[in-house]
């Protein structure tokens, strides 16, 4: 019955994509993909392969037909002009030539008649030559990624790669049309800058190690990087404080190795606390998360460092004006290898430009002044074994802190005020995975994560004494399991259990006061999911579904449903559209308490849903998007709803005459984003757009909707890059609307009928901040010091034109009645440089 029931759904998901009896009648396949190729060849022969991603991915090779190991790689290597090294009994490379040599007929289109004479040109080279009286041409040392143009009066001209002509024991021919016809050309693929690309999916995937340069950055920064793209900003100007299509951070779900953080940035959010030079890929998801993601109800950035064993050791060290780093993968024997990387600031014993501009906008409402001590770390290790070809463990560990002492002396005190604050994260996970046979794999991970942030303030001569703490403890285990149907058609299925401890506490020893609130919250889910593919590509899709059970040992046991669907469909050659929906849930959150605010600094405390006072939140969205993606040219439209319901004011920062009410609604967010994108081998520029319309809706406050605080209609981004030799320039304009606050009514600013005063508001975020504007620059060299190091020199600077922008504005009553502005502004211009060695 089982077997009955899964040919049925199989048979349904077929017809439903292309149609009943199509793939029955498809023809069999007689090219393969070349990653697939080595997938065999090392299950078969009991080999291992090393290469690029890069260098493979996309490049389709005859299917093998012989049963020699060698006699295969032999063929390989002419198909591909790959070059293949043979390192040991097991251990084989693969190395992108970077020139070849080439050879071809010329015939006409009816591919009857040579044609003598046509003018072959290599671009990217000196390498010309014509046909002979056969139609034929051969060129030794072309450049791999060169462009060949063929062109002979009376006929079309050709624009073909050069690797399509790679030299064998039999040369391809090539027809030219007849009457003349000019043609584009074709150059090279990427997406705004090198390292970054969308995917099929409709994911963005960041490649660090292949990173380009962007306007502003002169080192890639991983939270910075994923801001230019349309659909995520930071209201605030930080790198971690993420807002992705209306969303607060907290709403995000941010894993490092698949392991779930809850601290994400240093020096209060202005730099990522990921090194991106062991961070190999980060996926960000807007929509469409697979069913194996649970959390994060507005999106989801996943890191991954290290995921291959390399065969030699590499590593790097640099510094720049803020702090210094070193890092470095090093083969320990033929199936083990550890990364390792350490980071920290130099700012407690050094002042440099860069640090006060950020020091200026941290701590500008605070009671901190230049008295202060702040440095901050992270380190990070990963360890990969291959326990046989079918299993791999790997273990990775990752810690950070932010340290800040402050000390000052106060005319009426004979000792000094003295406060510290700390901000600490531990994580630590491992990762098994394990092919059982041709269909069948599996992957079972397990983490433990800690954060903890912690302020002491000692004061009035050491008699009172405040201290604040905010600990997060998480454990998981998952296990994931995937089987392949067809070779386009996989079912994944797996089971996740979190568990989720929070505390918060409150001590005061003058007057006496404490608190102190503990929650523990378990969560069991089931995912399934169904990836396919069609046979030519043009349609691809995932739809599957997770169950949650949330139990809350003290208040509430809740099931929640969360279907998800990912398709994309070719319509016609380079033009695509994607259909993406998802329901999601999360039951941590930050609130943000403006009273008890770690010396102003770090307002923000992780807090668990409780089902009274917080519930579990809950979104559901779904976007249509339209592309047309060529080698040169991007045009990138999407349209989107999100509706985010269980939020409380208390974790969306209000600073109204609603922040204390603790009452609970809900945000619907409207919008569409825009992108076009020209590109070729020198230059890459683009244009980005994204309008969101963002409202809350709370059903006891008057009136029951007004715009979100995080409410920018209008946000636009002009940038390009240059490239010239060793030489990468990036140049870029910011502009964002203003976002919606509230100003005390200007007829009636005080009620002092109660006690205390309080401040009479205008309708909450009936105003708005002046338009944001920001101007960014960017530059670095490489320098071949050998064939193994390279030296880079980076310098950029932010806000170049030095535009104080007000990112917010709140008020505060005084004690004799009259009212103070506050007013939090942006960077003033920041210059930074780095110098970095890779080896």
Not at 108 to 118: K, R, S, V
Request: hydrophobic share 35%; charged share 20%.
């Amino acid at each position: 019955m089982q077997k009955k029931h899964l040919n049925t759904l199989i048979g349904f998901m077929f017809l439903l994509v292309i149609g009943g009896n199509n793939y029955a009648q498809s023809e069999p396949k007689t090219t393969m993909l070349l990653r697939n190729v080595l997938t065999e060849l090392e299950k078969t022969y009991n080999v291992k392969f090393s290469f690029a991603d890069g260098d493979v991915n996309a490049i389709q090779v005859p299917k093998p037909n012989s049963d020699s190991l060698e006699v295969i790689l032999k063929e390989l290597s002419d198909a591909t002009g790959i070059t293949i090294k043979k390192l040991n009994d097991r251990y084989y490379t693969l190395t992108k030539a970077t020139t070849i040599s080439i050879c071809g007929f010329v015939f006409d289109n009816f591919e009857e008649n040579t044609i003598p004479g046509a003018t072959i040109e290599i671009y990217d080279s000196e390498i010309s030559g014509i046909t002979t009286e056969n139609g034929s041409f051969s060129f030794d040392n072309v450049p791999i990624n060169s462009l060949i143009h063929i062109k002979h009066l009376g006929y079309k001209p050709i624009f073909i790669k050069a690797k399509e002509f790679i030299k064998t024991s039999k040369c391809k021919t090539v027809a030219m049309a007849l009457s003349y016809q000019e043609l584009e050309e074709v150059i090279v693929t990427q997406f705004l800058t090198t390292g970054l690309n969308k995917l099929n999916n409709a994911s963005f995937e960041l490649n660090p190690s292949k990173f380009g340069i962007l306007p502003g950055v002169s080192e890639p920064d991983i939270l910075q990087t994923v801001q230019a793209l349309p659909g995520i900003k930071s209201v605030d100007e930080t790198v971690s404080d993420i807002n992705i299509r209306g969303g607060t951070n907290d709403q995000n779900l941010i894993l490092w190795d698949g392991i779930k953080m809850y601290q994400t940035g240093h020096f209060f959010g202005l730099i990522s606390a990921f090194n991106p030079y062991v961070t190999e890929n980060v996926s960000i998801i807007k929509n469409g998360t697979s069913a194996m993601y649970g959390g994060g109800v507005s999106g989801t950035l996943s890191m991954k460092s290290m995921e291959e064993l390399p065969l030699t050791c590499s590593g790097g060290a640099g510094v720049n004006l803020i702090s210094g780093d070193i890092f470095g993968e090093i083969p320990i024997g033929e199936k083990s290898a550890i990364q390792v990387s350490a980071r920290r600031s130099y700012t407690d014993f050094l002042n440099t430009p860069t640090y006060t501009t950020f020091s200026e906008k941290a701590f500008q409402d605070s009671e901190v002044d230049n008295q202060s001590e702040f440095y901050f770390y992270d380190f990070s290790t990963k360890f990969i074994h291959e326990i046989n070809p079918d299993h791999k463990l790997s273990t990775s560990m990752i810690t950070m802190s932010n340290n800040l002492n402050y000390f000052e002396t106060t005319d009426e005190a004979t000792a000094p005020n003295r406060s510290n604050l700390n901000q600490d994260n531990f994580s630590i996970g491992g990762q098994l995975q394990s092919e059982w046979t041709n269909k069948i794999t599996s992957v079972l991970s397990a983490y433990y994560t800690q954060y903890d942030l912690d302020a002491l303030t000692i004061s009035n001569n050491d008699a009172q004494r405040l201290t604040q703490n905010n600990l997060v403890k998480e454990s998981n285990l998952k296990l994931a399991a995937t089987y392949k149907l067809r070779d386009n058609l996989n079912w994944t299925n797996g089971y996740e259990f979190t568990e989720t401890g929070i505390e918060n506490t409150t001590n005061l020893s003058q007057p006496p006061f404490a608190s102190n609130i503990k929650g523990v919250i378990r969560q069991h889910a089931l995912f399934s999911e169904i990836q396919y593919a069609s046979e030519n590509d043009k349609f691809q899709g995932t739809i599957g579904g997770r169950i949650n059970y949330y139990e809350n040992l003290n208040t509430f046991k809740e099931y929640i449903f969360e279907p998800r669907i990912n398709i994309s469909y070719e319509l016609m050659p380079n033009f695509k559209t994607e259909i993406l929906g998802e329901y999601k849930s999360q039951v941590t959150n930050q609130i943000i308490d403006l009273e008890q605010n770690f010396l102003g600094i770090e307002k923000r405390r992780w807090i668990l849903s409780d089902g009274n006072d917080l519930p579990i939140t809950k979104s559901k969205q779904g976007s249509i998007g339209f592309n047309y993606d060529t080698n040169t040219l991007y045009i990138g439209i999407d349209g989107f709803y999100k509706e985010v319901n269980g939020i409380n004011v208390y974790t969306q920062g209000f600073q109204n005459q609603n922040q204390f009410d603790g009452e609970i609604g809900s945000y619907v967010v409207k919008g569409a984003e825009f992108l076009i994108n020209t590109k070729n081998n020198d230059y890459s520029a683009w244009l980005s757009y994204t309008f969101n319309k963002n409202d809350y809706t709370f059903d006891v406050l008057a009136p029951t909707t007004f715009p979100n605080n995080l409410d920018v209609r209008h946000s636009l981004t002009v940038a390009g890059n240059y490239t010239i030799g060793n030489l990468k320039l990036g140049v870029g304009l910011n502009y964002k609307s203003g976002k919606p606050f509230t100003q005390p009514d200007e007829n009636d600013p005080v009620d002092e009928t109660v006690f205390p005063s309080q401040i009479n508001y205008e309708e909450p975020n009936s105003s708005r901040l002046p338009e944001y504007f920001r101007a960014d620059a960017s530059a670095n060299y490489t320098l071949k010091i050998s064939d193994t190091v390279n030296a880079i020199l980076g310098a950029s600077v932010l806000n170049f034109t030095n535009r104080r922008n007000t990112l917010n504005t709140y008020y505060r009553l005084q004690d004799d009645n009259t009212i103070e502005t506050i007013e939090r502004l942006s960077l003033g211009i920041t210059p930074n440089a780095s110098v970095r060695i890779r080896f």
